[in-house]
């Protein structure tokens, strides 16, 4: 793993959010973010939303997803070593990134003005996505839902208005898709070792991971979204179709070599994303395309 300790720090570089600290350093003469793990609320040990964050984006680019730029390190503070994660800047050139939670609250008008910019109503979501005027909604539309099936794939629990968006450049008025960033909530980012073991071993645990939860942050009628049965269901044709796009490119066997290849994972760490993975194509996204073949949503 990259030792980021003897990195410059920019001072003028600071970023909010609320799972674990984060600063900005000089990595190989390009400006990275380095996030450091965030202390669960009930136990001692720290998560591994780092790791987490640093598998996922490269998943997303194995699927052919441009991805933020992450690279897996430590950080060493007051003696103490730490698993942080880099994530390289994706601004510059005159571009800004803008969360579509402001492109939502931006919007005046129609039903989605009534919630604010970071509500995650699928509907109002969806009716942002047509009435902005930044980026073609129809391409919007289809990176939104091609996100949301990898998501599935990933368990990503938290991809809200606040984490995925746009990059504006103001001067040249003119705007682009912003690569994918801030996945520390995919990959069960709070699950230690001892617990994976556990739920290797027990094939209900594993269900439970898969058909229960995590469920998306996106509602329906006020409710969370469980991806097994919102996929299944093919209520909305465009994330059928995304279904459709993204699934060939899952290649398994690719995306195995390249966990195991990280030497910084453990034995069972490697297991269990393995596993996971491969879970949750079979049973969502495999179960999902399978229907459509039969013309069956029950």
């Not at 103001?170 to 230690?192: F, H, N, V, W």
């Not at 409710?223 to 049965?229: D, G, T």
Request: charged share 30%.
């Amino acid at each position: 793993m990259i030792d980021f300790s003897a990195c410059p720090i920019d001072p003028f570089r600071m970023y909010g959010g609320g799972n674990g600290n984060k600063i900005g350093i000089i990595y190989e003469g390009a400006a990275y973010m380095l996030k450091f793990p965030p202390k669960e609320k009930r136990r001692v040990h720290y998560t591994s939303a780092c790791l987490s964050e640093y598998l996922a984006c490269h998943i997303y680019e194995l699927l052919g997803i441009e991805a933020q730029e992450t690279l897996y390190g430590i950080y060493r503070v007051q003696g103490k070593e730490k698993k942080v994660v880099a994530c390289k800047d994706f601004t510059g050139d005159g571009f800004r990134l803008m969360e579509f939670a402001k492109v939502k609250n931006a919007c005046i008008g129609g039903s989605s003005e009534a919630s604010s910019g970071y509500a995650t109503e699928l509907d109002a979501v969806l009716e942002a996505i047509e009435r902005q005027t930044l980026i073609d909604p129809i391409t919007l539309k289809q990176h939104f839902w091609d996100m949301f099936i990898v998501d599935a794939y990933l368990g990503n629990f938290d991809r809200h208005n606040g984490n995925w968006g746009m990059l504006v450049n103001e001067d040249r008025r003119t705007a682009k898709i912003a690569p994918i960033y801030d996945c520390g909530s995919c990959l069960y980012p709070q699950m230690p070792e001892e617990k994976m073991s556990n739920i290797l071993r027990d094939l209900r645990e594993i269900e439970n991971r898969v058909y229960v939860f995590p469920t998306s942050a996106l509602k329906c009628n006020e409710q969370k979204i469980n991806y097994f049965e919102f996929l299944s269901s093919h209520v909305v044709h465009d994330c059928t179709e995304a279904l459709r796009r993204i699934h060939p490119r899952i290649h398994q066997e690719e995306i195995d070599e390249f966990i195991e290849s990280r030497d910084f994972l453990s034995d069972t760490q490697k297991k269990f994303y393995r596993t996971m993975l491969r879970a949750r194509k079979e049973k969502i996204l495999d179960v999902a395309l399978e229907r459509i073949e039969d013309g069956s949503t029950d």
